[in-house]
C-alpha cells in the first residue's frame, strides 16, 4: 500500500486507506497519508466489527475505491457496504492463483465455501478486478469453476530507487565487505520452499562449478527457519564459502545491493508479480526467473532477462546461459531491463489508469482515491 500510493500521492491524488491494523501500530504514524486503522482485528481472518460502519458512513466522500487482497474479512465488509451503492475495484494481488489450488488441496475445498459465500460476489459486482500481467487474470479463472468478473490488467510495480547509488553500493559492500569487487548473483526475497532456494543452491553449486569467482548472495527473512538447511546443504556440496546470507535488506543497503549485483535470479514456484523483480529492473539488473513468475512473458519480450523452468535443470540452464553471454549481451541487457521497468512496472504509471476505470477526468487538485 505504500507502494502503491507513492504514485497517486505524486500524481498529486489524496490518498487515504483503511486497514485491519491496530491504531497503537508505531509504523503508522509514519505514513505520509491519512490511515484509518479498524483493529485490532482478531485472528487471521482480521474481523473487526468497526470496519463496516466506517466504509458505510466514509464511502461517498471519495471518486475511486480500491479493495486489496482477498480471504480476510474486509472483502465482506466492502461487499456489504459498496455493492449496488458505490462503484469500486478489486486488487487481487495473486490470491486466485492456481497453485494454491494444487499446493493445499484442503485448504482450497473450505475456500469453496467461503467463494461461493462472499468472495464471488465480490468479484462479481466490482467495477473492475484488477491483475498485474495477463498470466496471473489468465490463471485467475482456473482456481473456481464458477467465475464472473471484469478483469483489466493494469500498471504495477515501485517508484524505484532514490538516494546516491555510490552511497547505496558502500552501504550494501558495509554489510557485505567479502563481495567487494567479486561477481555475484543476487536473490532478493523470502527464504521460503515457494521462493525455490533450495533449487537455487543446487543448481549455483552445478552451474558455476567452472567459474571459482562467481558468488551468490541469499538475502531475505527466514521465516520457516530453513537457513540452517540450505547452509548445510550448500556446505555438502562445497561451495557454502562462496554464498552470503546478510538477512533481510532494506533502504539504502538493498539498493546497494541491486546496483553491485551482475544479476538477480528468482526461480521461484510461484510469483504473481514480485516487486523485488520491478526493483531490479529499476536499477538496471537483468533478471534470470522461472516460468512461474507471471510477468515472465513481459520480462522476456523486453530482453530484459532469462527465462527457464522451476527445475532444477531450468535454473541451472538460467546460471550458465547469464555466464555465457558476452560483455555486450550484458550490457544490453541492462539498458533493456531499465526501458521495461520504466515502460511497464514504474507506478507512477498507476493512478491515470485507476482514474479512467471509475470514469473520473484526471483532476490532479481534487481526485481522491480510498483503499
Not at 543446487?202 to 521465516?223: C, E, H, T
Not at 557454502?240 to 546470507?245: E, L, M, Q
Request: proline share 6%.
Amino acid at each position: 500500500m505504500r507502494r502503491l500510493a507513492e504514485g497517486y500521492l505524486h500524481a498529486g491524488h489524496e490518498v487515504e486507506i483503511t486497514t485491519l491494523d491496530d491504531p497503537r501500530a508505531p509504523f503508522l504514524a509514519s505514513l505520509p497519508f491519512p490511515v484509518w486503522p479498524q483493529g485490532p482485528a482478531f485472528g487471521v481472518y482480521g474481523y473487526t466489527p468497526r470496519l463496516l460502519p466506517w466504509l458505510r458512513q466514509n464511502a461517498s466522500r471519495f471518486d475511486g475505491i480500491v479493495v486489496n487482497g482477498l480471504w480476510q474479512y474486509h472483502g465482506l465488509a466492502a461487499w456489504r457496504a459498496f455493492h449496488g451503492r458505490h462503484r469500486y475495484a478489486v486488487f487481487t494481488h495473486g490470491m486466485l492463483d492456481p497453485w494454491f489450488k494444487a499446493k493445499y488441496p484442503l485448504k482450497h475445498m473450505k475456500k469453496w465455501i467461503y467463494w461461493l459465500l462472499v468472495e464471488y460476489r465480490l468479484l462479481r459486482n466490482a467495477t473492475r478486478v484488477l491483475f498485474t500481467s495477463e498470466a496471473e487474470q489468465r490463471l485467475a479463472e482456473k482456481s473456481f469453476w464458477l467465475h464472473h468478473w471484469h478483469g483489466q490488467v493494469v500498471p504495477y510495480g515501485t517508484s524505484g530507487p532514490t538516494g546516491d547509488p555510490g552511497i547505496q553500493r558502500e552501504e550494501f559492500l558495509r554489510l557485505c565487505p567479502a563481495l567487494a569487487g567479486k561477481r555475484f548473483l543476487l536473490f532478493l526475497g523470502r527464504i521460503h520452499p515457494k521462493k525455490g532456494c533450495d533449487l537455487l543452491i543446487d543448481a549455483f553449486a552445478q552451474a558455476a562449478s567452472n567459474n571459482a569467482g562467481l558468488q551468490l548472495v541469499v538475502a531475505g527473512p527466514d521465516q520457516k527457519g530453513w537457513r540452517v538447511k540450505l547452509e548445510a546443504r550448500a556446505q555438502q556440496l562445497s561451495v557454502g564459502h562462496r554464498i552470503h546470507w546478510p538477512g533481510m535488506l532494506s533502504g539504502d543497503a538493498k539498493w546497494g545491493a541491486f546496483y553491485e549485483a551482475d544479476a538477480f535470479i528468482l526461480p521461484s514456484h510461484q510469483e504473481n508479480f514480485g516487486i523485488a523483480v520491478a526493483e531490479a529492473l529499476a536499477c538496471g539488473l537483468p533478471v534470470l526467473m522461472s516460468d512461474k513468475v507471471n510477468i515472465f512473458a513481459e520480462v522476456q519480450e523486453d530482453g530484459a532477462g532469462l527465462v527457464e523452468s522451476d527445475t532444477l535443470e531450468g535454473t541451472i540452464s538460467l546460471i550458465r546461459c547469464w555466464l555465457a553471454l558476452s560483455e555486450v549481451d550484458r550490457i544490453r541487457m541492462r539498458a533493456n531491463a531499465k526501458q521495461s521497468f520504466e515502460s511497464r512496472y514504474n507506478s507512477m504509471l498507476l493512478p491515470d489508469t485507476i482514474s479512467s476505470i471509475f470514469n473520473q477526468p484526471v483532476n490532479r487538485e481534487s481526485s481522491e482515491i480510498n483503499y
